[in-house]
């Protein structure tokens, strides 16, 4: 790091924070039960809407991402009923672990990381599980930058089957589009530090009236995570635990700047970054893990070949500032994975390509220098 603290932070959350949300976060405390906390609650949970694209109320939460993952679980599926899991990497499974442990019989839709489901397989686990009460997906999977077409695969199940369609939209909500009530999702989680642009400790789930019915029926004991009492307390303007209020001053300022940027635009970025980073990836001659078909536009994740090392990489970016992922499980020292999501714009993404032609080269992998940065360029000049 040439500068103290300078840090570039391209992983794939928790992101960067905007100047005005950090100021935002840094107002005086207010009672958590004051009326301006209620307009606070009740404001942002509306404006959360067309992020998920659903008329329902998005219920709050402090807790990071998994919280609401497993609130998704314990508050529609009882043990010994079945669910299906579409695990495309660490967070499809992460759902299954919880459903595991929860006594739920998990069948497993297991694809090739760095890939997305056939619908032909999904279609194929409907009907091999008709009992299933759920299933499970991931609409980003950030361990391997597949996006998972939720908009085709959440009509598959709802044409073949009654089960919920539960998605974790942690890394891709506010990045990308996400119609639940037209595609019909059930449940849709997400987190605060991912596009939504504000550090970790707020989750969010939304929840369709199928859902609900469920989720009335539902025995599970449940206490922090019943979604009913955040329902409930949701209609006061209020929460049922003290909120994080200084997150919620954080999510207003990153809600302000993301409506005035407007969702095509917020969608357009993200897309230009993906193509940059990919572009780039290319013309270093480097292996994409993801196909264009399969590429999350909110993280790119470049598998290690031979001649150079990914974790030298990750290394020399670091003494440079910038702050690149590994990868996750049996990808670990295999992987990098480069984030461009959030408060990350097109131009922000060439200083880690220079990084990485530098490392590449201190490693003596043969290229010109300016190679990725030419190719971003090249992609970033058709948008201007
Ligand atoms: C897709 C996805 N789901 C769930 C999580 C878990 O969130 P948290 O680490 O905030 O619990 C993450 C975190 O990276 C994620 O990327």
């Given at each position: 790091?040439?500068?103290?603290?300078?840090?570039?932070?391209?992983?794939?959350?928790?992101?960067?924070?905007?100047?005005?949300?950090?100021?935002?976060?840094?107002?005086?405390?207010i009672?958590?039960?004051?009326?301006?906390?209620?307009?606070?609650?009740?404001?942002?949970?509306?404006?959360?809407?067309?992020?998920?694209?659903?008329?329902?109320?998005?219920?709050?939460?402090?807790?990071?991402?998994?919280?609401?993952?497993?609130?998704?679980?314990?508050?529609?599926?009882?043990?010994?009923?079945?669910?299906?899991?579409?695990?495309?990497?660490?967070?499809?499974?992460?759902?299954?672990?919880?459903?595991?442990?929860?006594?739920?019989?998990?069948?497993?839709?297991?694809?090739?990381?760095?890939?997305?489901?056939?619908p032909?397989?999904?279609?194929?686990?409907?009907?091999?599980?008709?009992?299933?009460?759920?299933?499970?997906?991931?609409?980003?999977?950030?361990?391997?930058?597949?996006l998972?077409?939720?908009?085709?695969?959440?009509?598959?199940?709802?044409?073949?089957?009654?089960?919920?369609?539960?998605?974790?939209?942690?890394?891709?909500?506010?990045?990308?589009?996400?119609?639940?009530?037209?595609?019909?999702?059930?449940?849709t989680?997400?987190?605060?530090?991912?596009?939504?642009?504000?550090?970790?400790?707020?989750?969010?789930?939304?929840?369709?009236?199928k859902?609900?019915?469920v989720?009335?029926?539902?025995?599970?004991?449940?206490?922090?995570?019943?979604?009913?009492?955040?329902?409930?307390?949701?209609?006061?303007?209020?929460?049922?635990?003290?909120?994080?209020?200084?997150?919620?001053?954080?999510?207003?300022?990153?809600?302000?700047?993301?409506?005035?940027?407007?969702?095509?635009?917020?969608f357009?970025?993200?897309?230009?970054?993906?193509?940059?980073?990919?572009?780039?990836?290319?013309?270093?001659?480097?292996?994409?893990?993801?196909?264009?078909?399969?590429?999350?536009?909110?993280?790119?994740?470049?598998?290690?070949?031979?001649?150079?090392?990914?974790?030298?990489?990750?290394?020399?970016?670091?003494?440079?500032?910038?702050?690149?992922a590994?990868?996750?499980?049996?990808?670990?020292?295999?992987i990098?994975?480069?984030?461009?999501?959030?408060?990350?714009?097109?131009?922000?993404?060439l200083?880690?390509?220079?990084?990485?032609?530098?490392?590449?080269?201190?490693?003596?992998?043969?290229?010109?220098?300016?190679?990725?940065?030419?190719?971003?360029?090249?992609v970033?000049?058709?948008?201007?």
């Amino acid at each position: 790091m040439f500068i103290a603290n300078k840090i570039n932070l391209r992983i794939p959350g928790p992101t960067p924070i905007p100047p005005a949300v950090q100021a935002a976060m840094n107002k005086p405390m207010i009672g958590h039960r004051s009326g301006e906390a209620s307009t606070l609650i009740n404001e942002v949970s509306e404006r959360l809407k067309p992020f998920f694209g659903t008329n329902e109320p998005p219920l709050l939460f402090t807790g990071s991402g998994t919280s609401v993952l497993e609130a998704a679980v314990i508050n529609t599926v009882q043990p010994k009923e079945e669910a299906i899991v579409v695990v495309t990497g660490v967070f499809g499974d992460r759902f299954a672990k919880i459903l595991t442990e929860y006594g739920v019989t998990v069948k497993r839709l297991d694809v090739e990381w760095g890939k997305t489901p056939e619908p032909e397989a999904v279609k194929n686990m409907l009907k091999q599980n008709p009992n299933a009460k759920a299933v499970f997906f991931t609409q980003c999977e950030t361990s391997t930058g597949v996006l998972n077409p939720i908009d085709k695969l959440a009509p598959i199940v709802k044409e073949h089957s009654d089960a919920l369609v539960i998605v974790d939209a942690v890394s891709s909500l506010g990045a990308v589009p996400f119609e639940m009530d037209q595609w019909g999702v059930d449940i849709t989680v997400a987190g605060s530090q991912k596009a939504l642009m504000i550090p970790a400790g707020l989750a969010f789930a939304a929840v369709s009236q199928k859902a609900w019915k469920v989720i009335e029926e539902n025995k599970n004991p449940k206490f922090y995570l019943d979604f009913r009492r955040y329902r409930d307390n949701l209609i006061k303007g209020t929460t049922p635990f003290t909120p994080a209020v200084s997150l919620l001053f954080g999510l207003d300022a990153s809600l302000e700047l993301l409506e005035q940027e407007g969702l095509p635009k917020i969608f357009k970025r993200h897309e230009v970054m993906k193509e940059m980073t990919r572009s780039a990836i290319r013309a270093l001659s480097l292996p994409l893990m993801t196909s264009d078909q399969d590429a999350s536009p909110t993280v790119t994740s470049v598998y290690q070949a031979d001649g150079w090392n990914s974790e030298s990489l990750r290394s020399d970016l670091k003494n440079m500032g910038i702050v690149i992922a590994g990868g996750q499980q049996h990808l670990k020292g295999k992987i990098f994975r480069i984030g461009h999501m959030g408060y990350c714009d097109p131009l922000d993404v060439l200083p880690v390509l220079s990084a990485i032609e530098i490392s590449l080269k201190k490693q003596n992998v043969a290229l010109s220098f300016g190679t990725a940065i030419q190719a971003a360029e090249e992609v970033l000049s058709t948008y201007v």
